[in-house]
């Protein structure tokens, strides 16, 4: 019997970085709609879901041929809601309203339009094969977070390394060859349903990978303009 793998896509309203970024047209199509695309092209992801708390979206994602049953109730739609939480809803009503529940969660986001399904499905197969109950996409650090700075103090304020807060180190020299190699999540997580129940996460202890070249997640309007700016290189 072949797994239930469902991809959940959250399209939250009301983002304050960029407005209505969801939906905004990128080359003529709602920004939902590239990462949509590629997740119809798996091969594994058998079921695609949004997570919306707007109707007016809701409309919009039908038109563009998503799916989503049930809208997103408020209070896990705020600014400062944990992700987990409206994911934890959505199963729940899947289970209660359909007798459905899936074997792996492939959590997805419109604001990340340029990830490939096949990378998505390299990170799906990780889980596949047992050998990790969880996977990411990552990418490598354009800047090494070693070379972090922070601003701190009350009425005086200075700047100090984010990690260490050594002032003294901000004007030393930085090679990152000294540093290990570092990564930042691209915005891809793959898990087993299990893991969301056990840990309260849709990572586990130990987390399988794909290390893809690079990752544009869109917040403002600089990013979006870059995405444009690639999509126009791309043709």
């Known amino acids: 019997m072949s797994k239930k793998i469902l ?18 047209k ?5 920004l939902f709609n590239y990462i949509l695309s590629n997740a119809k092209k798996s091969k594994y992801i058998n079921r695609i879901v949004f997570s919306t708390d707007s109707e007016k979206y809701r409309k919009i994602i039908n038109k563009y041929g998503g799916k989503t049953p049930f809208l997103r109730p408020k209070k896990y739609s705020k600014d400062n809601s ?10 729940k009503s899947l289970k209660r309203k359909e007798n459905y529940t899936p074997d792996i969660i492939v959590r997805l986001l419109a604001t990340c339009p340029f990830q490939k399904t096949k990378d998505i499905d390299d990170a799906i197969r990780i889980v596949l094969k047992g050998d ?3 996977s990411v996409l990552i990418s490598k650090a354009k800047q090494h977070p070693e070379k972090a700075l922070r601003i701190i103090g009350k009425k005086k304020k200075y700047v100090t390394t984010y990690i260490d807060k050594n002032p003294l180190k901000v ?3 930085l090679n990152r060859q000294q540093f290990t ?3 930042f999540r691209s915005n891809v997580l793959v898990c087993k349903t299990k893991i969301i129940e056990k840990h309260n996460s849709l990572s586990s202890n130990k987390n399988g990978f794909v290390i893809i070249p690079y990752s544009v997640d869109i917040d ?4 979006f303009n870059y995405a444009e700016y690639l999509l126009k290189r791309i043709k």
Do not use: Q
């Open 181 to 183: 190699e570092a990564f």
């Open 26 to 30: 990128l080359n003529g199509k709602p």
């Open 171 to 173: 004007g030393s020299k």
């Open 220 to 223: 403002n309007i600089e990013d």
């Open 82 to 91: 944990p992700e987990i939480d409206f994911i934890k809803d959505l199963l």
């Open 132 to 134: 990790y109950n969880s």
């Open 7 to 24: 991809a959940i896509i959250g399209l939250r309203s009301g983002s304050k970085g960029l407005k209505d970024k969801n939906i905004k």
